[in-house]
């Protein structure tokens, strides 16, 4: 069905139920409605498939993804990040970072080869968060996946937008056991600066020399994508012409462990088969497994990428953001906040839903959040929804909550690059609420050229990304 039938529907539909109910209080003639509006508009031509039309901006205007640094519980790098998640393999265990035995969650994707020092001196690396350090070696690693000659640049233009969902929980956890041992005044004076949410983007910008634009944003596990979409928009309007933006998060601590578990919110089924505890869309589902990790993209004009004769990875063609104004940690049962994000990035893009062939869902194997995120896929694609492949890749590395909305834009964009989709794992038992084509458990083969990935936070916070392949 066109857009514009859909539209017809949607108000006929709306002028339909005003009139009756002002006569017939019942909600069952709800479907009703919907059984006649799909006699009368049953003869609509289906629309085919149009060009992509994300190029009616001038080239100094279009976003393009020139690099990519990803850390993740698969390891350090794009490889084992790409090979892990085309295997379908998991990489969550359980925690070695502490004991956990006294929690219900016991799991965690956890980065075990990550090596600070091979990317900082050992005595800067000691002075800040591990999310900081995370976030400069992969910043370190966009650059050169990039080949962006800094040392020839001008980097008054260069700009950081590094995300995290919260604060460096290390770096209080640690600070808070000081204060109770041995008091305030033994309290490392590095503390601070470790824990500052901005302090990843500030180091990254200090290791690398870049004077450009930068802040930080922290919107909880929408975070990452909304630096990547608002990074693009700083150089849109002109404040720089090249950003690094990604996200960051190091929290398997205890302390957020605990919070986690006393929220309800972690997987507790699962601690003997840790491999089967994410499952995002499946029926057995019971939280998420908390991960750690970063990625950064770097963000270019497509006019100075050709230029330089930069590799293009993807163009970043639509961004959106919404608020669900419900809960302080649920999602609007009716996915509505979700999908308005999904359609602004659409709009953006000058994009029709059928023109999307891949969604990376925010799924984080929660009961709640995938049937809200089913449904706001519903309301925007229609019987399209039923169609497009959609995946979970927190069913291989959890939910690595500030960092996730970088971590998967850059799934996305090695989704769209290698044709191949990754699987949603363990996904077994069929739940009747989540009722789409979720690519269960083994990678898929596709032509790609349009993919969309969600992200949503706690307090309601929703951010899409729309990615086209560049030929």
């Known amino acids: 069905m066109t857009p514009r039938a859909l539209d017809r529907r949607a108000a006929l539909r709306a002028e339909l139920l005003g009139l009756?109910?002002?006569?017939?209080?019942?909600d069952a003639i709800e479907a009703q409605i919907e059984a006649l509006l799909a006699e009368v508009l049953a003869d609509e031509p289906v629309a085919d498939p149009q060009p992509v039309v994300a190029d009616h901006l001038p080239p100094d205007q279009r976003i393009v993804v020139t690099g990519m640094g990803v850390i993740s519980p698969f390891g350090v790098g794009i490889e084992p990040f790409w090979s892990g998640l085309a295997a379908g393999r998991s990489a969550i265990g359980r925690i070695t970072f502490f004991d956990p035995s006294d929690y219900p969650c016991q799991l965690a994707g956890q980065v075990n080869d990550f090596q600070p020092q091979m990317f900082i001196e050992a005595k800067e690396a000691r002075r800040?968060?591990?999310a900081g350090q995370m976030a400069i070696a992969a910043a370190r690693m966009a650059v050169e996946h990039a080949r962006l000659p800094l040392e020839r640049m001008a980097r008054d233009e260069i700009g950081v937008l590094?995300?995290?969902?919260?604060?460096?929980?290390?770096d209080v956890e640690q600070a808070m056991i000081t204060l109770v041992q041995r008091g305030g005044m033994k309290i490392s004076p590095f503390f601070i600066p470790a824990a500052l949410p901005n302090m990843p983007s500030s180091q990254v910008a200090i290791q690398l020399g870049l004077r450009g634009y930068t802040t930080s944003i922290c919107t909880a596990c929408a975070a990452g994508a909304q630096a990547i979409g608002e990074a693009a928009e700083v150089i849109r309007r002109g404040d720089a012409e090249v950003m690094l933006a990604g996200g960051t998060e190091a929290p398997i601590t205890e302390l957020s462990l605990a919070a986690f578990c006393v929220l309800r919110a972690l997987s507790t089924r699962s601690n003997h088969e840790?491999?089967?505890?994410?499952r995002p869309f499946d029926a057995l589902r019971d939280g998420f497994v908390p991960g750690e990790g970063a990625a950064v993209l770097v963000l270019e004009r497509l006019s100075g990428a050709q230029r330089r004769g930069a590799p293009i990875l993807a163009e970043l063609i639509g961004y959106g953001v919404s608020a669900d104004a419900y809960h302080v940690t649920a999602p609007d049962p009716d996915g509505e906040g979700a999908a308005l994000a999904m359609r602004r990035a659409l709009q953006q893009a000058r994009l029709a839903p059928q023109q999307v062939d891949y969604i990376n869902a925010h799924a984080t194997s929660t009961p709640a959040g995938d049937i809200a995120e089913t449904r706001a896929i519903?309301?925007?694609?229609?019987?399209y929804?039923?169609?497009?492949?959609?995946?979970?890749?927190?069913?291989m590395i959890g939910h690595l909550t500030g960092a996730a909305g970088a971590v998967e834009a850059a799934a996305t964009i090695l989704t769209l690059h290698h044709g191949l989709i990754p699987p949603t794992i363990n996904l077994e038992h069929p739940d009747p609420e989540c009722d789409l084509d979720y690519v269960p458990n083994v990678a898929r083969p596709a032509v790609l050229q349009v993919a969309i990935s969600?992200?949503?936070?706690?307090?309601?916070v929703n951010a899409v990304l729309a990615f086209r392949k560049m030929s």
């Open 274 to 278: 840790p491999t089967r505890a994410s």
């Open 162 to 170: 590094i995300a995290s969902g919260t604060t460096s929980m290390p």
């Open 385 to 395: 929804a039923y169609s497009v492949p959609i995946s979970s890749i927190k069913s």
């Open 378 to 383: 519903k309301r925007v694609f229609s019987e």
């Open 128 to 130: 800040m968060s591990r």
């Open 454 to 460: 969600n992200s949503f936070g706690f307090g309601g």
């Open 20 to 26: 009756v109910r002002e006569h017939v209080p019942d």
